[in-house]
Protein backbone atom coordinates (compact mmCIF):
# COMPACT_ATOMS: atom_id res chain seq x y z
CA UNK A 1 0.00 0.00 0.00
CA UNK A 2 1.39 3.62 -1.16
CA UNK A 3 1.52 5.66 2.35
CA UNK A 4 -1.15 8.84 1.84
CA UNK A 5 0.36 12.60 2.19
CA UNK A 6 -1.90 14.99 2.97
CA UNK A 7 -1.12 18.58 1.56
CA UNK A 8 -3.24 21.29 3.36
CA UNK A 9 -4.30 24.28 0.81
CA UNK A 10 -4.71 26.93 2.56
CA UNK A 11 -5.62 30.59 1.02
CA UNK A 12 -2.02 31.98 0.34
CA UNK A 13 -0.23 28.51 0.38
CA UNK A 14 2.14 28.67 -2.89
CA UNK A 15 3.90 25.50 -2.01
CA UNK A 16 1.05 23.12 -1.82
CA UNK A 17 1.70 22.19 -5.48
CA UNK A 18 5.21 21.94 -5.03
CA UNK A 19 5.14 19.24 -1.75
CA UNK A 20 1.85 17.62 -4.01
CA UNK A 21 4.23 17.26 -7.10
CA UNK A 22 7.07 15.95 -4.71
CA UNK A 23 5.37 13.32 -3.27
CA UNK A 24 2.87 12.16 -5.97
CA UNK A 25 4.79 12.36 -9.22
CA UNK A 26 8.69 12.39 -8.03
CA UNK A 27 8.33 9.72 -5.29
CA UNK A 28 5.78 7.46 -6.00
CA UNK A 29 3.65 8.51 -3.06
CA UNK A 30 -0.15 8.95 -2.97
CA UNK A 31 -1.02 12.35 -2.29
CA UNK A 32 -4.01 14.99 -1.47
CA UNK A 33 -5.45 18.11 -1.46
CA UNK A 34 -6.55 19.20 2.05
CA UNK A 35 -8.70 22.28 1.62
CA UNK A 36 -8.35 24.57 4.98
CA UNK A 37 -12.39 24.87 5.44
CA UNK A 38 -12.98 20.93 5.40
CA UNK A 39 -12.25 19.13 8.42
CA UNK A 40 -11.40 15.53 7.10
CA UNK A 41 -8.03 14.67 6.72
CA UNK A 42 -9.17 11.59 3.93
CA UNK A 43 -7.07 9.27 5.45
CA UNK A 44 -3.92 10.80 5.08
CA UNK A 45 -1.22 8.87 7.05
CA UNK A 46 1.40 12.14 6.95
CA UNK A 47 0.15 15.67 7.20
CA UNK A 48 2.02 18.42 5.27
CA UNK A 49 1.33 22.26 5.84
CA UNK A 50 2.71 23.69 3.39
CA UNK A 51 4.78 26.85 2.59
CA UNK A 52 3.20 29.55 1.21
CA UNK A 53 1.90 33.11 2.76
CA UNK A 54 -1.43 32.00 4.48
CA UNK A 55 -3.53 34.99 4.89
CA UNK A 56 -1.27 36.95 3.38
CA UNK A 57 0.85 36.57 6.53
CA UNK A 58 -1.31 39.56 8.41
CA UNK A 59 -0.33 39.95 11.67
CA UNK A 60 1.66 37.46 12.22
CA UNK A 61 2.85 34.62 10.32
CA UNK A 62 0.57 31.45 10.20
CA UNK A 63 -1.24 33.48 13.49
CA UNK A 64 -4.84 33.03 10.91
CA UNK A 65 -4.42 30.04 9.24
CA UNK A 66 -3.87 28.45 12.56
CA UNK A 67 -7.86 28.96 13.38
CA UNK A 68 -8.58 27.20 9.56
CA UNK A 69 -11.35 24.56 10.59
CA UNK A 70 -8.54 22.11 8.96
CA UNK A 71 -6.33 22.97 11.82
CA UNK A 72 -8.54 21.62 14.65
CA UNK A 73 -8.44 17.97 12.52
CA UNK A 74 -4.65 18.15 12.11
CA UNK A 75 -4.32 19.09 15.87
CA UNK A 76 -5.84 16.63 17.13
CA UNK A 77 -4.67 14.03 14.83
CA UNK A 78 -1.11 15.28 15.98
CA UNK A 79 -2.46 14.82 19.45
CA UNK A 80 -3.07 11.18 18.32
CA UNK A 81 0.35 10.75 17.39
CA UNK A 82 -0.42 11.37 14.13
CA UNK A 83 2.88 12.81 11.68
CA UNK A 84 2.80 16.40 10.65
CA UNK A 85 5.12 18.11 8.75
CA UNK A 86 5.26 22.14 8.60
CA UNK A 87 7.72 23.22 6.27
CA UNK A 88 8.49 26.98 5.96
CA UNK A 89 5.02 28.83 6.58
CA UNK A 90 3.50 25.28 7.98
CA UNK A 91 6.27 25.49 10.47
CA UNK A 92 5.37 28.92 11.22
CA UNK A 93 1.35 27.92 11.63
CA UNK A 94 3.11 25.10 14.05
CA UNK A 95 4.47 27.74 16.21
CA UNK A 96 1.22 29.73 16.36
CA UNK A 97 -1.18 27.00 17.25
CA UNK A 98 1.25 25.63 19.79
CA UNK A 99 2.26 22.16 18.29
CA UNK A 100 5.95 23.29 18.43
CA UNK A 101 7.45 25.87 20.46
CA UNK A 102 8.97 29.16 19.76
CA UNK A 103 7.74 31.75 17.63
CA UNK A 104 9.08 33.55 13.85
CA UNK A 105 10.83 36.79 13.70
CA UNK A 106 11.68 38.64 10.42
CA UNK A 107 14.89 37.67 9.18
CA UNK A 108 17.73 39.54 10.91
CA UNK A 109 18.81 41.13 7.51
CA UNK A 110 15.29 42.69 7.14
CA UNK A 111 15.67 40.80 3.20
CA UNK A 112 13.67 37.85 1.76
CA UNK A 113 16.37 35.32 1.28
CA UNK A 114 16.58 32.39 -1.66
CA UNK A 115 19.37 30.16 -1.71
CA UNK A 116 20.39 26.47 -1.07
CA UNK A 117 22.03 25.70 2.40
CA UNK A 118 23.88 22.83 4.19
CA UNK A 119 21.81 21.51 7.04
CA UNK A 120 23.54 19.28 9.83
CA UNK A 121 21.60 16.34 10.60
CA UNK A 122 21.50 17.19 14.79
CA UNK A 123 19.41 13.90 16.02
CA UNK A 124 19.64 10.94 13.02
CA UNK A 125 17.47 8.55 15.50
CA UNK A 126 13.98 10.10 14.40
CA UNK A 127 11.49 9.10 11.98
CA UNK A 128 12.16 12.23 9.82
CA UNK A 129 16.16 11.35 9.36
CA UNK A 130 16.75 7.74 9.94
CA UNK A 131 17.08 7.72 6.34
CA UNK A 132 19.81 10.43 6.32
CA UNK A 133 23.15 8.62 6.18
CA UNK A 134 24.94 12.00 5.43
CA UNK A 135 26.12 14.13 8.17
CA UNK A 136 24.63 17.64 5.71
CA UNK A 137 21.83 17.68 2.99
CA UNK A 138 21.71 20.48 0.62
CA UNK A 139 18.38 21.78 0.47
CA UNK A 140 17.10 25.94 -0.68
CA UNK A 141 15.37 28.36 1.74
CA UNK A 142 13.31 30.80 0.72
CA UNK A 143 11.73 33.36 3.49
CA UNK A 144 11.34 36.50 4.78
CA UNK A 145 10.91 35.27 8.12
CA UNK A 146 12.31 32.43 9.21
CA UNK A 147 14.76 33.42 12.27
CA UNK A 148 13.42 31.29 15.13
CA UNK A 149 13.13 32.37 18.46
CA UNK A 150 12.97 30.93 21.95
CA UNK A 151 13.24 31.88 25.41
CA UNK A 152 16.47 30.58 26.66
CA UNK A 153 15.14 27.86 28.61
CA UNK A 154 12.74 26.45 25.66
CA UNK A 155 16.25 26.25 23.41
CA UNK A 156 17.75 24.43 26.48
CA UNK A 157 14.62 21.99 26.70
CA UNK A 158 14.79 21.57 22.57
CA UNK A 159 18.65 20.77 23.13
CA UNK A 160 18.39 18.21 26.25
CA UNK A 161 15.25 16.08 24.68
CA UNK A 162 17.36 16.43 21.16
CA UNK A 163 14.32 18.16 19.48
CA UNK A 164 16.42 19.65 17.21
CA UNK A 165 16.78 18.19 14.09
CA UNK A 166 18.52 20.34 11.36
CA UNK A 167 20.99 23.42 12.00
CA UNK A 168 22.22 25.39 9.17
CA UNK A 169 25.96 24.59 8.74
CA UNK A 170 28.23 24.80 5.79
CA UNK A 171 29.08 21.59 3.66
CA UNK A 172 31.14 20.42 5.61
CA UNK A 173 28.64 20.62 8.84
CA UNK A 174 30.53 23.50 10.60
CA UNK A 175 27.98 25.28 12.42
CA UNK A 176 28.49 29.12 12.53
CA UNK A 177 27.34 32.75 12.14
CA UNK A 178 28.40 32.72 8.69
CA UNK A 179 25.79 29.92 7.23
CA UNK A 180 22.99 31.08 9.47
CA UNK A 181 20.73 32.77 6.62
CA UNK A 182 17.98 34.55 9.00
CA UNK A 183 19.32 34.79 12.45
CA UNK A 184 17.65 32.34 13.96
CA UNK A 185 18.59 31.21 17.82
CA UNK A 186 21.96 28.75 17.49
CA UNK A 187 20.99 28.38 13.48
CA UNK A 188 17.64 26.36 14.24
CA UNK A 189 16.37 25.13 11.20
CA UNK A 190 13.81 22.55 12.03
CA UNK A 191 13.04 21.33 15.02
CA UNK A 192 10.41 18.56 16.36
CA UNK A 193 8.04 18.35 19.52
CA UNK A 194 8.81 15.84 21.99
CA UNK A 195 6.78 12.99 21.31
CA UNK A 196 8.60 13.09 17.97
CA UNK A 197 5.68 12.85 15.44
CA UNK A 198 5.83 16.88 14.66
CA UNK A 199 8.18 18.44 12.70
CA UNK A 200 8.45 21.83 11.35
CA UNK A 201 11.47 23.17 9.19
CA UNK A 202 12.22 26.52 7.43
CA UNK A 203 14.12 24.70 4.23
CA UNK A 204 11.94 23.51 1.35
CA UNK A 205 13.17 19.78 1.15
CA UNK A 206 9.89 19.01 -1.07
CA UNK A 207 11.96 21.40 -3.67
CA UNK A 208 15.05 19.08 -3.42
CA UNK A 209 13.36 15.85 -4.78
CA UNK A 210 13.64 16.05 -7.94
CA UNK A 211 16.93 14.91 -9.92
CA UNK A 212 16.01 17.62 -12.49
CA UNK A 213 16.28 20.14 -10.22
CA UNK A 214 20.10 18.59 -9.58
CA UNK A 215 19.50 18.21 -6.09
CA UNK A 216 17.29 14.92 -4.00
CA UNK A 217 18.67 15.41 -0.17
CA UNK A 218 15.08 16.21 0.53
CA UNK A 219 13.65 13.28 -0.61
CA UNK A 220 15.79 11.57 2.65
CA UNK A 221 13.40 13.51 4.87
CA UNK A 222 9.98 12.23 3.38
CA UNK A 223 11.79 8.40 2.89
CA UNK A 224 12.44 8.60 6.66
CA UNK A 225 9.08 9.26 7.36
CA UNK A 226 7.68 6.98 4.71
CA UNK A 227 9.86 3.88 6.38
CA UNK A 228 8.74 5.11 10.02
CA UNK A 229 5.03 3.78 8.32
CA UNK A 230 5.68 0.35 7.94
CA UNK B 1 -21.21 50.32 21.60
CA UNK B 2 -17.56 50.45 22.99
CA UNK B 3 -14.52 51.27 20.96
CA UNK B 4 -11.45 49.45 21.23
CA UNK B 5 -7.52 50.32 20.54
CA UNK B 6 -4.95 47.84 21.33
CA UNK B 7 -1.25 48.40 20.70
CA UNK B 8 0.77 45.60 20.13
CA UNK B 9 4.60 46.25 20.76
CA UNK B 10 7.52 43.44 20.66
CA UNK B 11 8.71 42.53 24.18
CA UNK B 12 11.82 44.88 25.12
CA UNK B 13 14.41 41.69 24.91
CA UNK B 14 13.27 40.75 21.53
CA UNK B 15 15.49 42.45 18.83
CA UNK B 16 13.32 44.49 16.30
CA UNK B 17 15.13 44.42 12.96
CA UNK B 18 12.79 46.59 11.23
CA UNK B 19 12.41 49.41 14.06
CA UNK B 20 16.46 49.11 13.64
CA UNK B 21 16.27 49.62 9.83
CA UNK B 22 14.00 52.82 10.14
CA UNK B 23 16.37 54.16 12.52
CA UNK B 24 19.07 53.92 10.34
CA UNK B 25 16.88 56.04 8.16
CA UNK B 26 16.07 58.35 10.66
CA UNK B 27 20.11 59.19 11.18
CA UNK B 28 20.49 59.20 7.48
CA UNK B 29 17.87 62.04 7.67
CA UNK B 30 19.28 63.75 10.40
CA UNK B 31 17.26 62.95 13.10
CA UNK B 32 20.27 62.69 15.39
CA UNK B 33 18.99 62.06 18.52
CA UNK B 34 16.19 59.33 17.75
CA UNK B 35 17.21 55.91 19.93
CA UNK B 36 15.61 52.63 20.36
CA UNK B 37 12.94 52.61 17.78
CA UNK B 38 10.67 50.02 17.71
CA UNK B 39 7.34 49.31 15.42
CA UNK B 40 4.59 47.89 16.95
CA UNK B 41 0.80 47.02 15.61
CA UNK B 42 -1.95 49.48 16.68
CA UNK B 43 -5.54 48.30 15.92
CA UNK B 44 -9.28 49.34 16.70
CA UNK B 45 -12.64 48.16 16.28
CA UNK B 46 -15.71 48.28 17.88
CA UNK B 47 -17.31 45.94 20.71
CA UNK B 48 -21.16 45.57 20.93
CA UNK B 49 -21.25 44.20 24.69
CA UNK B 50 -23.90 45.41 27.46
CA UNK B 51 -21.17 46.74 29.81
CA UNK B 52 -17.63 47.86 30.26
CA UNK B 53 -16.14 44.37 31.93
CA UNK B 54 -17.72 42.66 29.34
CA UNK B 55 -16.22 44.55 26.60
CA UNK B 56 -12.82 44.28 28.26
CA UNK B 57 -13.09 40.96 28.49
CA UNK B 58 -13.60 40.23 25.20
CA UNK B 59 -11.11 42.60 23.96
CA UNK B 60 -8.70 40.58 26.26
CA UNK B 61 -9.17 37.52 24.96
CA UNK B 62 -9.04 38.81 21.54
CA UNK B 63 -5.94 40.51 21.58
CA UNK B 64 -4.41 37.11 23.72
CA UNK B 65 -5.90 34.88 21.53
CA UNK B 66 -5.40 36.66 18.07
CA UNK B 67 -3.95 40.18 17.99
CA UNK B 68 -0.97 39.09 19.89
CA UNK B 69 1.77 36.30 20.37
CA UNK B 70 2.87 36.18 24.10
CA UNK B 71 5.71 34.52 23.42
CA UNK B 72 7.27 37.64 21.65
CA UNK B 73 4.42 40.75 22.43
CA UNK B 74 2.75 42.78 25.26
CA UNK B 75 -0.79 44.49 24.44
CA UNK B 76 -2.44 46.85 25.87
CA UNK B 77 -5.86 48.15 25.34
CA UNK B 78 -8.17 51.32 25.88
CA UNK B 79 -11.87 51.27 25.94
CA UNK B 80 -13.98 54.28 24.75
CA UNK B 81 -17.97 54.30 25.02
CA UNK B 82 -19.19 54.91 21.45
CA UNK B 83 -22.51 56.28 20.53
CA UNK B 84 -22.75 54.58 17.21
CA UNK B 85 -26.55 56.31 15.80
CA UNK B 86 -24.68 59.75 16.66
CA UNK B 87 -21.77 58.48 14.28
CA UNK B 88 -24.01 57.57 11.39
CA UNK B 89 -25.98 61.29 11.87
CA UNK B 90 -22.82 63.05 10.84
Same mark, same amino acid.
Given at each position: MKPKFGVVVFPGSNCDYDAYYAMKKVLGYDAEFLWHKDKDLKNSDVIILPGGFSYGDYLRTGAIARFSPIMDSVYSFAEKGGIVMGICNGFQILLEIGLLPGVMLQNVSLKFVCKDVYLRIENNNTIFTKDISKKTIKVPVKHGEGNYFADEGTIKSLEENSQILFRYSSNEGEVAEVYNPNGASKNIAGIMNKRQNVMGLMPHPENACDPVLRKTDGALIFKSVVQSLF | MYKATVIVKRRPTILDPQGKAVEQGAKLLG?? +???NTRIGKYIEFFVDAKNREAAEKEVREYSEK !? !?? +??IMEDFEFSLTEWDYSEEEVK
Open positions: - | FN +NVQ !L !LS +NP
